[in-house]
């Protein structure tokens, strides 16, 4: 699994890394069957200590912190993709029957 | 990898002590009964030591509002004479925009005072970013640890949102996938840095909500001339209920009515990964409020300083859809653009006020930030993505996980009462497992005596429910 982008990146650049901590089917005892069917999975961010490497390839960082870790690139320059969303029309009909309601309150 | 997973967690008390400075033992009895008050002494701080402590960082002192159009609303839909007024804490202007801050003061100036180098807490919601926050201020490293993916790297926006926030005050922010293995990722962390465990549930932790307890019974002094009738908590893990609880009562507000609400994820499993994408609030739901008031000591500590079952009068739920449509209706209505957790309190204040008399007061205990990812829009159409049918209509109808009914009219808003005595006697039943797979002891009169302030109920009761538990 890897994010769009750009698809390499050079020593000390921010970069964002994947690994699994636990295979499918190796995961703690009594948890959900449909958690125990996937990997256990973690991401963190860094500075790139490997001199060059593409993405998926494996790579070791510096975190923020100071620690060091090995995971494979999956993203260079990571950005933050959450916003506003999409249009919810019933909101709008929400705010149209409360102007209506507070009308007729204050009248 | 799975040895190595059981060799951990094998090691879990000894990380534990090493990592919060805290030697539980010395507040066990040996059986079920642990000296809670003694705990919250000897670790904890005073209430005018905290308030300094918090002083020191700008958090607290947050502004109280009445809530003027929402009251109106409300009486207008409520029997004659009916409608309390409605107030709200502004906790959202603390420095990391919610309450937790308060808790995080505390954590943070804690692990500075010991001599630790950093913090590390594992959350996906407010408390990190208060965490991260507090270190920022006091020039300690932070990592966070988050789940925040389900194995198709979906992520909720909030808790997406919540790293941003995170890395904004300088933390580190460890993202995992969905599972309960998470305590091991921490455990590891702690192991390997050596930092100190922010923990949500420590005694400093909770003793630091408190001081919110506290200005709420000023400022209704200040305002109303009296303490309030009645205060709604959100309810996740306890401790905003229990620190809030506790402060009311050291400013001598104890006839308060203490209400702990939750929204209604019922049905949804919080370790499922097909789940954790289904439902729209990551926290203040049943999932955490039910699981923690009756087994208060599930915590990521040996012993929880949140005991809500202790302060507990009423526990309600309302619905997500319900949530969502006061949240809109207080930036409409009230220009306050917050939440979305803490408005599971208003959504329940809303109601609650139309049954209770026009000069008495409830209180929306707190309000957190909102913005990308947090806002009801996001967060409504990350649903509808994830195939949750959103509709118009009776939000009684709604089915966690499968849908979101916001309200038609706001009369249509309603709240369930949880059956306060059934979560007493799981909490007993809890305990008494807990001993009964310990060599067989035998109940004592301080076992009796300490589940007794445990559910808010006197010997006598404890003594019955234990009948009904073993006939």
């Known amino acids: 699994m890897t994010k769009g982008g750009i698809m390499t990146a050079k020593k000390g650049d921010w970069v964002r890394i994947h690994s699994i901590l636990m295979e499918a089917g190796a995961r703690a005892p009594g948890i959900p069957d449909d958690t125990a069917k996937v990997p256990y999975e973690l991401w963190d961010k860094g500075f790139l200590i490997s001199d060059k490497a593409d993405i998926g390839e494996k790579v070791k960082i510096e975190t923020i912190t100071g620690r060091k870790l090995t995971g494979n690139l999956f993203e260079t320059n990571p950005s933050y993709d959450h916003n506003f969303g999409e249009f919810v029309p019933e909101i709008v009909m929400i705010d149209k029957q409360l102007k209506v309601l507070m009308g007729e309150i204050t009248k | ?471």
């Open chain 2, 1 to 471: 990898m799975n040895n190595n997973y059981l060799d951990l967690m094998e090691r879990k008390n000894e990380i534990m002590k090493k990592s919060v400075g805290i030697d539980y033992s010395l507040f066990e009895s040996g059986s079920i009964a642990f000296d809670f008050e003694e705990m919250m002494k000897k670790v904890g701080y005073s209430l005018d030591e905290i308030r300094e402590i918090q002083e020191e960082t700008g958090v607290g002192n947050t502004p109280m509002y009445e809530l003027r159009n929402l009251t109106s609303l409300a009486r207008s839909l409520a029997p004659a004479g009916k409608g309390a007024r409605i107030f709200l804490k502004d906790e959202a202007s603390n420095p990391s925009g919610s309450f937790k801050a308060r808790r995080a003061a505390t954590a943070v100036y804690h692990a500075k005072k010991l001599g630790f180098k950093g913090v590390i807490a594992a959350t996906s919601g407010n408390y990190g970013a208060a965490v991260a926050s507090q270190a920022a201020m006091r020039s300690l490293n932070c990592i966070i640890v988050q789940e925040c993916y389900d194995s198709e790297g979906k992520g909720q926006p909030e808790i997406i949102e919540k790293a941003r926030k995170c890395e904004a005050f300088g933390a580190e922010v460890v993202q995992l996938s969905v599972g309960p293995e998470l305590f091991y990722t921490f455990l590891k962390l702690l192991e390997e840095t050596g930092y100190f465990n922010a923990s949500l549930y420590t005694p400093f932790g909770i003793a630091g909500v408190e001081t919110l307890g506290y200005e709420l019974s000023r400022q209704m002094i200040d305002l109303t001339g009296e303490n309030p009738d009645a205060v709604v908590i959100t309810n996740a893990g306890g401790g905003n209920l229990t620190g809030t609880a506790r402060g009311l009562i050291k400013a001598g507000a104890d006839k308060t009515e203490i209400i702990a609400a939750s929204v209604n994820l019922k049905g949804l499993h919080m370790a499922s990964d097909r789940d954790f994408n289904k439902k729209s609030f990551t926290t203040g739901h049943t999932g955490f409020g039910i699981p923690f008031t009756t087994v208060p000591d599930r915590s990521d500590v040996p012993r929880s300083a949140a005991r809500p079952l202790r302060y507990m009068d009423r526990y309600i739920t309302v619905n997500q859809g319900e949530v969502f449509y006061m949240t809109e209706a207080l930036a409409q209505l009230e220009g306050l653009e917050r939440g979305p957790a803490g408005n599971i309190s208003l959504a329940a204040a809303f109601v609650i006020s139309q049954s209770m008399d026009k000069d008495q007061t409830i209180i929306v205990q707190e309000t957190e930030y909102t913005g990308a990812g947090k806002h009801i829009q996001p967060q409504l159409s990350f649903a509808r993505n994830n195939g949750i049918e959103i509709s118009l209509g009776n939000p009684k109808e709604e089915v966690p996980g499968k849908s979101i009914v916001l309200p038609s009219h706001p009369s249509l808003i309603k709240v369930q009462d949880l059956d306060l005595d059934k979560l007493r006697k799981s909490l007993i039943k809890h305990s008494l497992e807990a001993i009964n797979t310990e060599n067989q002891k035998k109940l004592t009169d301080k076992d009796i005596q300490f589940l007794a302030d445990e559910t808010k109920s006197s010997t006598k009761t404890v003594k019955e429910f234990i009948k009904d538990i073993e006939p």
